[in-house]
């Protein structure tokens, strides 16, 4: 996809290198400068701000972050304001440590340990799952969890299942403020909606297909539900 980082290890699915037309989590990712080698666990972070200036918020998580020996990357902002962040520290502990440091000056809507494995769940749970990320505009996470169905997925499925992982690419990309990157991808991803049923598992096919059509119309990418 064109996602945010190298992908973590999942027991889930099998260790193959992703085809060149479907994006991966590497290519939004960047590398890890030398002065954080030492930040090797990596965790997912959503946070409310108390600051209504987006910059000086930001700027403010990324000096707690270094002051404490963390670092923070790939800044998301979803539609109601919450930032979302990838964080790099030494240690659960000090992930810890950041996260209370971060307390007074918003509200922690979720944390994540992106280096634990997740368990085995069945196709039905993972889609559940995925759809569940996607409404609550946690879009990387849902392009993750999809992975898993698209790998063995054949033919019709695996075709929709990647332009599902597109969508979300391209919302994270939105997220990011690259709304043109965005709308390239809502275009390399609109041939592939498509199913032989109105639902693929609870996922409305045709009003997917109706968002991305107006979102390009439109030339902006709104979050909406599936």
């Given at each position: 996809m064109v996602l945010d980082s190298p992908s973590r290890t999942d027991s889930r699915r099998p260790h193959a290198r992703a085809p060149s037309h479907l994006p991966t989590t590497k290519d939004l990712s960047s590398d890890v400068p030398s002065?954080?080698?030492?930040?090797s666990l990596r965790f997912l972070l959503r946070v409310l701000p108390k600051e209504a200036d987006r910059q000086a918020f930001l700027e403010s998580v990324r000096g707690l972050?270094?002051?404490?020996?963390?670092?923070?990357?790939?800044?998301?902002w979803t539609s109601y304001g919450a930032l979302e962040v990838d964080a790099f520290t030494p240690s659960v502990q000090d992930f810890q440590l950041f996260v209370a440091a971060l307390e007074p000056l918003s509200g922690v809507e979720f944390t994540k340990n992106l280096d634990e494995a997740p368990p085995f769940k069945p196709k039905e749970e993972v889609l559940e799952e995925a759809?569940?990320?996607?409404?609550?505009?946690?879009?990387w996470e849902c392009h993750e969890t999809l992975e898993s169905v698209w790998r063995p997925a054949k033919g019709e499925e695996k075709s929709l299942v990647q332009a599902i992982i597109l969508v979300c690419a391209a919302l994270v990309h939105e997220q990011r403020g690259e709304r043109d990157v965005a709308l390239g991808i809502y275009r390399r991803a609109l041939p592939q909606i498509k199913w032989h049923e109105r639902r693929y598992d609870d996922i409305d096919v045709p009003r997917l297909r109706v968002h991305v059509e107006r979102s390009l119309e439109k030339g902006e990418l709104l979050p909406f539900k599936i």
């Open positions: 002065p954080f080698a030492s930040c972050a270094k002051t404490l020996g963390a670092r923070v990357t790939h800044p998301r759809r569940g990320y996607f409404n609550s505009e946690r879009y």
